[in-house]
């Protein structure tokens, strides 16, 4: 079964830095590409971040491009996100998603952690 | 990345259909083959029930189907019934090598 845990959410002060874990398990960890998605409080769903398989690759969304860096362990079975310059408006869960196929659907969704920033 | 376009609310009767649509652009839906749409329960993460514009993802109703026709993609769901209730995104992969996601619709089974 696969399993995808987060953890690392906060509260921070704007301007502030955090980082976020996923411990993933259940699958080949180093075949996937993975993917960070963020959700406002009462809002939608964004794409924020994909990392390939190999972590050669990084894909940003722009609203987080330059502040955010996206990273993995393969030897660990963990993807993270560091996040740095935090601003107000990046206060959401964020998920940690495995793709089913690099940048096109994601099959399996962690439970999120909750990135509060606030002053 | 502008987010696709979807309806902020459809409802329908039990046994009824109902249809989402997903309004996009030549650079993403109308372009490629990469659409997939999710469900999210209350309190709960997102599921993946359709990739690849009309493939249901294992263990997904086949009460649930997608399409597309040009630059807007569709999610039916037949047969509706009060377990759908529920807030259904769709996302697609983009020319910029990015997805993006619409701002979701809230299903409301009446």
């Known amino acids: 079964e696969v399993q995808l845990l987060e953890s690392g959410g906060d509260l921070v002060q704007p301007g502030g830095s955090l980082r976020l874990s996923c411990a993933a398990s259940g699958f080949t960890f180093n075949n996937y590409a993975m993917s960070w998605v963020r959700q406002s409080p009462r809002k939608g769903l964004e794409w924020v971040s994909t990392?390939?398989?190999?972590?050669?690759?990084?894909y940003y969304a722009d609203s987080v491009k330059g502040r955010f860096t996206i990273s993995r362990d393969n030897s660990k079975n963990t993807l993270y996100l560091q996040m740095n310059s935090l601003r107000a408006e990046d206060t959401a869960e964020y998920y940690c998603a495995k793709d089913r196929r690099w940048l096109k659907e994601m099959d399996h969704w962690g439970q999120g952690t909750l990135v509060s920033v606030s002053s | 990345q502008s987010a696709l376009t979807q309806p902020a609310s459809v409802s329908g009767s039990p046994g009824q259909s109902i249809t989402i649509s997903c309004a996009g652009t030549?650079?993403?839906?109308?372009?490629?083959?990469?659409v997939s749409w999710y469900q999210q329960q209350p309190s709960r993460p997102p599921k993946l029930i359709i990739y690849e514009v009309s493939n249901r993802s294992s263990g997904v109703s086949s009460r649930f189907s997608g399409s597309r026709s040009g630059n807007t993609a569709s999610l039916t769901i037949s047969g509706l019934q009060a377990e759908d209730e529920a807030d259904y995104y769709c996302?697609?992969?983009?020319?910029?090598?990015?997805?993006?996601f619409g701002g979701g619709t809230k299903v409301t089974v009446l």
């Open positions: 996302s697609s992969y983009t020319s910029n090598t990015t997805r993006v």
């Open positions: 030549s650079s993403d839906i109308g372009f490629y083959n990469f």
């Open positions: 990392i390939s398989a190999g972590g050669r690759n990084t």
